[in-house]
């Protein structure tokens, strides 16, 4: 005899936002719209919207983790995660590198997942480095794209590292700079 196995809602943090009761308050969450119901009052509308934020940051990290999990049980099949997902095998390719170059205890909740995927290239330590940076300095996702093409630099210390540079910012020619430790060095 088969026993059938009980569906289990996910388990989430204590400190995470619970999803709202959609019967009492109305909402609708569709693939395409979030709606509200005719009554939808102040807390509710707050419940709402920090369950929304979480799920919105959250989903690139348990994509890529059930990704992960998935090719590590039942070998790589990109194309069924992909019709079961709806994304592009690339994008989640991408999701689960990003997820495996940064363990959950290194994820910082306070960066999107799109700051993580900027650093994920980098070597443990350069990571960690540019991790403590935006967070300190609450870098854009931009402006941390724009401080990893000028180089590093010690936090704090308002300079660009540019002595290996060009007036035009560029590295003078020749130059190699290590991505981990940040040394120059003509090779």
């Not at 540019?130 to 967070?135: D, G, K, Q």
């Not at 308002?158 to 190699?176: F, I, M, N």
Request: hydrophobic share 30%.
């Amino acid at each position: 005899m088969a026993t059938r196995q009980l569906a289990t809602r996910p388990q989430l943090p204590p400190h995470a936002p619970r999803p709202p009761a959609m019967t009492e308050s109305r909402s609708r969450v569709t693939p395409t719209a979030w709606t509200s119901g005719p009554e939808l009052g102040p807390a509710s509308w707050i419940q709402w919207g920090r369950w929304l934020g979480t799920v919105g940051r959250g989903s690139g990290w348990w994509i890529g983790d059930w990704v992960r999990y998935g090719n590590a049980r039942y070998g790589e099949r990109y194309k069924l995660v992909a019709s079961i997902t709806g994304y592009d095998t690339q994008t989640l390719m991408n999701m689960a590198y990003v997820t495996s170059r940064f363990e959950p205890a290194r994820r910082r909740e306070s960066l999107s997942f799109s700051h993580h995927a900027e650093l994920a290239a980098l070597c443990r330590e350069e990571q960690d480095r540019w991790l403590e940076r935006a967070t300190l300095e609450r870098l854009s996702v931009r402006a941390l794209r724009a401080e990893l093409r000028r180089g590093p630099r010690q936090i704090g210390d308002g300079r660009a590292g540019r002595d290996d540079r060009t007036a035009a910012g560029r590295p003078s020619a020749g130059t190699v700079r290590c991505p981990c430790c940040g040394e120059t060095f003509q090779p």
